[in-house]
């Protein structure tokens, strides 16, 4: 079965740093791009980042740009979302995604609908 498990949410306070992680199973990430994105109630989700594993090409929001880190683990099939210095803001709930397609495309970083494969979400509450 073709499964994302996405993980490492929590409680942190403003200036912290968690780092989430997202790890495949049922298939191998080759080929694929894989994005975080994340939902607050109500609203729609938007995307945070996005990395290629062929080619390692990566994009971020500009929210969260300097301040969080995508990364890929090619032998742990696992992608990684370290998030340092964070804000109130930030808090969400966090969804990882993978889709088939080898070719870097930003529009993948603000089209949750490009994607095929979630994962359930982990939620992360930065207080004030």
């Not at 929210?63 to 109130?88: C, E, H, W």
Request: charge should be neutral; include cysteine.
């Amino acid at each position: 079965e073709v499964q994302l498990q996405a993980s490492g949410g929590g409680l942190v306070q403003t200036g912290g740093s968690l780092r989430l992680s997202c790890t495949a199973s049922g298939f191998s990430f080759d080929g694929h791009v894989i994005g975080w994105f994340r939902q607050i109630p109500g609203k729609v989700r938007d995307g945070v980042a996005c990395i290629w594993k062929d080619d390692g090409t990566t994009y971020y929001d500009d929210s969260v740009k300097g301040r969080f880190t995508i990364s890929i683990d090619r032998a742990k099939n696992t992608v990684y979302l370290q998030m340092n210095n964070l804000k109130p803001e930030d808090t969400a709930v966090y969804f990882c995604a993978a889709e088939r397609d080898s070719n870097p495309n930003i529009m993948y970083l603000v089209r949750p609908s490009y994607f095929e494969i979630w994962g359930q979400g982990t939620l992360v509450t930065v207080s004030s």
